[in-house]
């Protein structure tokens, strides 16, 4: 199978909201749980979109069967138009989608360079430039590049988690709870490398439960709820509607 690049796409249409990732009727079971009920979602090229919802509702489902992790019971995933599911993982990530997974799941006896280069590998050689971009993005990854990923702070496993990913080059970047169980200065930081990250020209899919915070970075958002789609709107909307106010940022409804 062959996915145009991005710069092929962008030749063939000056359309700035062409969908680079599509999930259509997509059924997902965990042995006798279904935890994906037919959901159907778009995510257009430069966006970052946040998908929301109570822990079970099938979010981190979602990116796995994305990224290839999870196969499908029924239902379609097209990166670029073309159908992916049934692809293994590490084509997934050849065809240029990144996975910073829940957890952070970092080497944790390798150093933050060696991560950085497990990231690479879909190349022949690591790219330099690839490097200085994401220390960056992340200058405390610079100053511990030698260290053991291991002995690093929640927040900078995160960091190089995120870098890790996009040694890859992703044009579309999955993260999955990237602010969980760090300190609020810390999410902070880590929701302004977001925007930065988008802004560079990667598309974002989100999975986060810091709902406010994950709606102030993006375009548009999808709120999942036991393995369904319940809301869609721009993320404006959603940050400003009772029903999300009061089921995931703890305000009395109106």
Sequence with gaps: MTVA?????????????????????????????NALK?????VREGEVVALLGANGAGKTTTLRTVSGLHAPASGAVRFCGERIDGL???AIVGLGIGHSPEGRRVFADMTVLENLHMGAYRFKRLRQEDLERVFALFPRLAERRTQQAGTLSGGEQQMLAMGR???????????????????????????EIIKEINAQGTTVLLVEQNAAQALKVADRGYVLETGRITMQAPASELLDDPRVRAAYLGEAAR
């Design 5 to 33: 690049t991005q710069r092929e796409r962008q030749t063939a249409t000056a359309a700035p909201t062409t969908a680079i990732l599509e999930l259509a009727g997509l059924h997902v079971s965990h042995g006798a749980i």
């Design 38 to 42: 037919g959901i159907d979602m778009v």
């Design 88 to 90: 293994p993982s590490h």
């Design 165 to 191: 990913a996009l040694m890859g080059r992703p044009e579309l970047l999955l993260l999955d709870e990237p602010s969980m169980g760090l300190a609020p200065l810390v999410v902070a930081q880590i929701f």
